[in-house]
């Protein structure tokens, strides 16, 4: 059909994270393959810093068909398929490997499917890392009593909340934004974050430990309306998501890749980086999240079809 | 767009509340497109009310009709007509001093606007101040607390361009304070010319000086208590406002023993109309920007004007002068959203200190929180002193212009701005 | 008629309450959150709720501050008008805002509906809904009063 193919599409694809991150790059780039692929029929345009508007709202929009996309994370998917979040779950996985064996699983398909008909989010892909979050702070933490008392700043949702106080700290949601004022004055007495962000928002002014807990691996998700993805010829459809996967998976590795420099960056400021860490400590620790918020049967399952041990 | 642009302004020329032509014409953007879910605008309102940073503005609300009720302010306006009463509308120069010293607790000029607003309107009007005088220098003088820290403006350009935060606050120090002293000579000025009488003839004696400031040090200590409560981490900016409130509790009941149960009440009333008259339009100017993030209007635009020229200082002039305009239209939170990518390459690849021209760019488009057709600040103080736009602009112009006159000294002399940051953190 | 009025005053006066109230909870509600987090024992519901309570409290403020005519309006060019034509804009504006008033309303309640998932800052028994229903009720109240003032304006004539 001719007409069919004339016709053309746009796509607004929101993240909340700075122009500066590679992420954003990362989507550019996405955006380019799929303009150059699909012969300029599908357009993608990016915003960053949540220009377009806030992350849950960006959500309930695309379920009601807007032609609008958003990079999202487990926590939030989990909102409507509890299961989901333990992919924000301390030590749940750690190496961007195990997120790509992830997309293969019958019951992450199941979920995926569920998102998909039951709320009408369509995943392109997951598989956008952005790292393993790590210790923020004053003092330098190798176990889990190092956090004891200690107010570490995460995002506010309930799985951010139970990982953090499981390794034991006492989690303070506090928007992105305040983290460095907060911990200037000592408001709070850490954050757990990415390398990237420590750089972002050059953190070693204000803090002097960087503690490589590795407690959580934080993976994206691109989403998109399952109404407006259903309206797309099917070779728009496959373009979409082998590009956002392609995409995703070379900024991971990107990401990955540049810690090292990241690490030599921060040294050069400043401060210090606590390697040797009590990881088995941490991970023992971390089980509690689990069974507070009810995932170890999910746990369980998949790590089963991983074909790894249960702890 | 430009339709939305159009019916706005004719709506408020038809008088229709600001809120609702705001709001209106934000809405017809969404029809006119058509593909859009028509739940967005609805959306965007009540986003807009869950911001944990613009709670801030109620809180000092609140505060600052507390304060009155508390006996607080009647000390503070004796306080300073004994410090500053031989001046030329010496409570003109207090708003200005009062809003340097709430720079260092408050991030917002929203809130300090409204809060000072109510504090000072009636000293004001009853020392014979015209309206639009009034509620200019509170206005005016507001755009000092997004210079000194804490500063939103500043926060935000700074994650998102990845310059220090550290660093632009130390930077946004000198600019504050040289607001404070324009605006001091400024205050002076207009006095002057309409013959506002200083309310004594000489300086107090030092005698009097001291004993009324011990009758009211609690008043004096209102700002300083809150300033090293923030310093010392129990609160963040945005929490200040539930402090001053808290302050104003215990002063009122403990010390003064003015505030009885039904002055209580009769403040949250108050403060209900005042939050209800500034929310509205701040809600609804989120329906407004909506369209253009959407369109990428400023980027768009950004980039044409951009490419006028390559001459560094005419580009620098292009940007500042392009700000000037997109901030008289646009909230300032919204367009360093939108715009600090664009100019923070362009400022870097110029050769401009990152630091030194995010103060340009968060100082210009504060300015547009004062001038007509949308700012925030002036529809706050105009509601607050019950005074037309005309007689606000007529009689704050000059206020206006200094502050005008400051971005270009900040722009001329890098020095001023990046001397504190390279003292604090080296260069 | 008469019984209409009083309910719409009994209305009036449990808003009013009901905001009051709302203020000055939520102000208490933020301080003991920074105080809970200075003491190294946060409370993270407290700011939520404090949120929640201002969504709503914006609704009623607006109301309240619209019966008392305190929203602000520009009569730059209104003021000059002879009296006729301000009376006849003033019937255009109203009926401008009752259409968007009404817009608002029909457009909250499927967003009502299909925010029953989301949870509210995340709390997981706590739906974003009742977020979202603060916009038909207090567009609503608003809608009300813009009546009310249309009528009285219309009682009052010329
Ligand atoms: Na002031
Ligand atoms: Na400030």
């Known amino acids: 059909q001719p007409q069919a193919d004339a016709e053309k599409f746009v796509l607004r694809f929101n993240h909340v994270l700075a122009p500066t991150e590679p992420y954003h790059q990362g989507f550019l780039n996405w955006a380019e393959q799929v303009r150059v692929r699909s012969n300029g029929r599908l357009t993608i345009e990016v915003s960053h810093s949540a220009a377009l508007g806030r992350e849950e709202d960006i959500i309930e929009q695309l379920r009601m068909g807007a032609n609008i996309g958003q990079n999202t994370d487990s926590a939030r998917l989990g909102m409507y398929v509890p299961a989901i979040a333990v992919m924000n779950a301390p030590f749940f996985i750690e190496t961007i490997d195990d997120v790509v064996k992830l997309k293969e699983l019958p019951t992450v398909q199941q979920w995926l499917k569920e998102l998909e008909l039951k709320f009408g989010i369509k995943v392109l892909s997951f598989q956008w890392v952005q790292g393993l979050r790590h210790m923020v702070t004053n003092v330098p933490i190798r176990h889990p009593r190092d956090l004891a008392g200690l107010r570490i700043r995460t995002p506010g949702a309930p799985i951010w909340q139970e990982s953090v106080r499981a390794i034991g700290a006492t989690p303070v949601a506090l928007p992105f934004g305040e983290i460095y004022t907060a911990l200037q004055t000592d408001a709070i007495d850490g954050a757990e974050l990415v390398y990237r962000n420590v750089i972002g928002a050059k953190l070693w002014e204000t803090a002097d430990y960087f503690s490589e807990t590795g407690h959580i691996l934080l993976i994206n998700f691109s989403i998109v309306g399952r109404a407006w993805f259903d309206s797309l010829p099917e070779e728009l459809q496959t373009i979409l998501i082998e590009e956002n996967m392609k995409a995703g998976l070379a900024t991971s590795r990107g990401m990955e890749a540049d810690i090292a420099a990241a690490r030599e960056l921060l040294i050069a400021n400043g401060m210090t980086i606590v390697t040797d860490v009590d990881r088995a400590a941490f991970r023992a620790a971390g089980n509690a999240a689990y069974t507070v918020l009810n995932l170890t049967a999910a746990r369980d399952q998949i790590y089963k079809e991983l074909g790894r041990p249960t702890p | ?374 700012g925030v600040v002036m529809f706050v103080v105009c509601s607050i002193f019950e005074c037309s736009v005309i007689e606000f602009v007529k009689e704050s112009w000059i206020f206006m212009a200094l502050v005008v006159l400051v971005v270009l000294l900040v722009i001329f002399f890098p020095g001023l701005v990046l001397f504190l940051p390279n003292l604090f953190f080296g260069t | 008629m008469k019984a209409l009025a009083r309910i719409y005053d009994l209305i009036c006066r449990a808003e009013m309450t009901l905001v009051k109230g709302g203020i000055a909870i939520l102000t208490g509600l933020v301080f003991v959150s920074a105080v809970a987090r200075t003491l190294g024992r946060p409370v993270g519901w407290a700011v939520d709720i404090a949120i929640f309570l201002f969504v709503w409290c914006v609704f009623f403020c607006a109301d309240i501050a619209m019966r008392q005519g305190k929203l602000v309006t520009v009569d730059i060019v209104t003021m000059h008008l002879p009296k006729r034509a301000r009376y006849y804009l003033q019937f255009v504006n109203n009926t401008l805002i009752v259409v968007f008033l009404l817009f608002l309303i029909r457009y909250s309640i499927p967003l009502a509906y299909t925010s029953r998932f989301v949870r509210f800052q995340g709390i997981s028994w706590f739906s974003y809904t009742w977020v979202v229903i603060s916009m038909p009720i207090g567009a609503t109240l608003l809608l009300i009063t813009t009546v009310l003032k249309m009528r009285e304006h219309y009682i009052k004539g010329c």
């Open chain 2, 1 to 374: 767009m430009a339709l939305v642009f159009v019916l706005f302004l004719l709506f408020m020329m038809m008088g229709m509340p600001v809120a609702f032509a705001i709001g209106i014409s934000g809405a017809v953007f969404f029809v006119q497109l058509g593909t859009l879910p028509m739940t967005i605008p609805v959306q965007l309102f009540l986003t807009q009310s869950q911001n944990f940073v613009l709670l801030a503005i109620p809180l000092f609300v609140f505060a600052g009709n507390l304060l009155n009720e508390t006996g607080i302010t009647n000390r503070l306006l004796k306080l300073s007509s004994i410090l500053v009463g031989h001046y030329r509308a010496g409570l003109a120069q207090v708003t200005v001093v009062l809003s340097a010293m709430m720079g260092g607790i408050s991030g917002s000029a929203i809130a300090d606007a409204s809060m000072q607003g109510r504090i000072l309107r009636d000293g004001m009007l009853a020392r014979g101040y015209s309206r639009g005088f009034s509620a200019g220098i509170i206005g005016t003088s507001s755009l000092i607390v997004t210079m000194i820290p804490p500063s939103i403006g500043l926060v935000l350009y700074g994650s998102i361009g990845e310059v220090s935060i550290g660093r632009l606050f130390a930077a946004g120090i000198v600019p504050g304070l040289l607001l404070t002293a324009m605006l001091f000579a400024g205050v002076a000025y207009v006095a002057r010319r309409k013959g506002y009488q200083p309310e004594r003839q000489t300086r107090a004696p030092l005698k009097e000086m001291a004993s009324t400031f011990l009758e009211c040090i609690w008043a004096f200590f209102f700002p300083i208590i809150l300033m090293v409560g923030l310093r010392m981490g129990i609160f963040t900016p945005s929490e200040a406002g539930a402090f001053a409130v808290v302050y104003a509790l215990v002063i009122g009941i403990l010390v003064y023993k003015e505030l009885t149960w039904k002055k209580f009440l009769k403040t949250l009333e108050s403060t209900a109309v005042d939050i209800g008259m500034i929310m509205l339009v701040i809600n609804m100017s989120a329906i407004f920007s909506y369209g253009i993030t959407w369109e990428r209007l400023p980027e768009t635009l950004a980039y044409a004007l951009l490419g006028l020229s390559s001459v560094p200082w005419v580009i620098m002039l292009i940007i500042v002068l392009f700000l000037l305009v997109a901030g008289m239209f646009m909230d300032s939170t919204v367009l360093i959203l939108l715009l600090t990518s664009i100019f923070v390459p362009v400022a870097g690849t110029l050769g401009i200190d990152l630091v030194h021209f995010g103060i340009v760019m968060v100082l210009t488009l504060t300015v547009g929180l004062l001038t007509p057709p949308l």
